[in-house]
């Protein structure tokens, strides 16, 4: 049976909720969920162990998907030599503004006291922004034959890029990722891999994250530096903004060239190879946080959650404590030896005595699902069970045994609803535009003091001109997030300009 539990005299457990402050909220959850906090360092977070958590999950199972592709994994070095950089002019223009730089190797106290930088460097060192400058000098050496083809290395790592402005998980000074690269024999295999990798992505994203997300190519402004074609995801945030959710790059043979990657062919020519970079990083996180949170705190998706269940034994007499331990315990066992998607149920188990405070904490965090147990339910072997993605009032009475082998379905529901009220939402806020007065209306803010909400998507044609794309960019920091890859081929007039164009576009402002 479904009941409507008493709940604390609250609005919302978020202050200030989404419609008010959409940006601060965003950060409040952060903070009331427990996830991360700021560091002294500035612009750089620390990400606490329910936040880790959710990144290790990623992490594995992305792993996972990524050696099923034949992806080995690697370390390569954190500090980059200067002139490896230098080596491909377009990437290092393109990180230039963002890269940290190591020139000093030690420290000795100074004239005034304190401490000062000496012993100055042969060459200065970048702290890696990305790595495929010096991953392409360990490959220049490990291929020399086609028969060392192709090469697909994998590394998960922290990179360095000095942001002006932070915002945790989003954008942040240094951040956790994953990058791929590969190199390969042949245009045609390095470009099915960029496009591999990109389904990987949407898979997991969308499978994984309840995130629904849109496969597309990057305009040439809005390419990775040196690469001849990115392909991208893009996802709509509660608040209208795209956040793009990851990245796979056809470099085609220029950092090879930069690099020095060649091989002997079949034919015994010698070729330069052709190589591929992608990446995720932890602003994945980010995007769970604001595509599926609420105005009580995130909620998690049960195929990443930190935990699946939390079980709050209630024991308001002393004479009931042992029984309701006992029960709680056994429950905790069982649950445990249930495998959802290949790996053991993960079950908190709180038994701080806060009151009403310690079920809202979960609520806050997000996690899927919170059992009560009291005497009465013992009584009846039954457990009270709430659900995350519905209202904290909304709890349902099951029995035990119901509630262990029906608890991977419960969570498949939830994993369910969640994607489905994101592509919901995304739908609602997207749509066709045009005429150049429609598109601006539409990006205009309906608020002048909420300039982060206004219309969406707006799927517009664009001619190819990166004069209208960057006159649109500083009209309106609107920018085009991606030319659709199942986008069928629809004659029309660019949006701003009104020359010919032959398909639609996804016009957004973004993260």
């Keep these: ?26 950060q409040q959850v952060i903070k009331a969920s427990d996830m991360a906090e700021n560091s002294p360092v500035r612009g750089c977070m620390v990400i606490k162990p329910w936040g880790y958590a959710l990144w290790e999950n990623i992490s594995r199972i992305l792993d996972g998907m990524f050696k099923e592709t034949g992806v080995r994994n690697a370390y390569f070095p954190l500090f980059i030599p200067l002139s490896f950089m230098e080596k491909e002019a377009e990437h290092v223009e393109g990180f230039a503004k963002e890269c940290a730089v190591v020139t000093h190797h030690k420290l000795e106290a100074g004239p005034n006291g304190g401490l000062v930088p000496a012993g100055p460097l042969a060459e200065p060192l970048v702290v890696r922004p990305t790595s495929e400058t010096i991953i392409g000098e360990s490959f220049s050496r490990w291929i020399t034959s086609y028969r060392d083809l192709p090469v697909l290395i994998n590394q ?51 499978e994984c ?18 690469a001849v074609d990115t392909l991208c995801i893009e996802a709509m945030m509660q608040d209208r903004k795209a956040l793009q959710a990851g990245t796979s790059h056809f470099l085609g043979q220029n950092f090879a060239k930069g690099s ?34 609420d105005d009580d705190g995130v909620i998690m998706p049960p195929r990443v959650a930190p935990a699946h269940v939390v079980l709050l034994p209630i024991t308001r007499k002393p004479e009931d404590q042992e029984k309701v ?11 445990r030896t249930v495998v959802y998607h290949g790996s053991p149920i993960t079950v908190e188990v709180d038994k701080r ?23 009465r339910d013992i009584e009846q072997n039954a457990v009270f069970v709430a659900r995350r993605d519905l209202s904290p009032k909304e709890k349902t009475s099951l029995k035990r045994e119901d509630f262990i082998s029906g608890i991977t379905g419960i969570l498949d529901e939830i994993q369910a609803n969640l994607f489905s009220r994101a592509l919901a939402y995304r739908e609602t806020h997207t749509r066709p535009i045009d005429t150049r007065e429609d598109f601006y209306a539409f990006f205009t803010p309906e608020n002048a003091d909420k300039p982060e909400i206004h219309g969406g998507f707006a799927m517009s044609h664009w001619c190819g001109s ?31 300009c009104g020359r010919p164009s032959t398909r639609r576009v996804v016009f957004a402002k973004s993260y």
């Design 353 to 375: 005595d806060i009151g009403g405070a310690r079920g809202w904490e979960w609520i806050k965090k997000g996690i899927p699902l919170r059992v009560e147990i009291g005497p």
């Design 325 to 335: 331990t006992a029960f709680t315990e056994a429950l905790a066992r069982d649950l």
């Design 1 to 26: 049976m479904t009941k409507q539990a008493k709940t604390p005299q609250m609005k919302t457990a978020i202050d200030p909720t989404r419609e008010q402050d959409y940006p601060q909220w965003y």
């Design 466 to 496: 990166a004069d209208c794309e960057k006159t649109v960019k500083n009209d309106l920091s609107v920018t085009i997030r991606c030319i659709p890859i199942d986008a069928a081929r629809e004659d029309g007039a660019c949006v701003y």
């Design 209 to 226: 994250l309840a995130m629904p997300v849109i496969k597309g190519e990057k305009s040439p402004s809005e390419r990775f530096p040196g």
């Design 156 to 206: 998960w790592a922290n990179v360095v890029r000095w942001e002006m402005r932070t915002r945790t998980f989003l954008r942040t000074s240094e951040f956790l990722w994953q990058e791929g690269h590969t190199a390969h024999a042949a245009r045609e295999e390095a470009e099915d891999r960029t496009r591999m990798m990109l389904d990987v992505y949407a898979r997991f994203v969308e």
């Design 260 to 293: 020095n990657i060649r091989f002997q062919s079949a034919t015994e020519n010698e070729e330069y190879a052709w190589t591929t970079s992608w990446g995720v990083s932890t602003r994945m996180i980010g995007g769970v946080i604001m595509t599926h949170g």
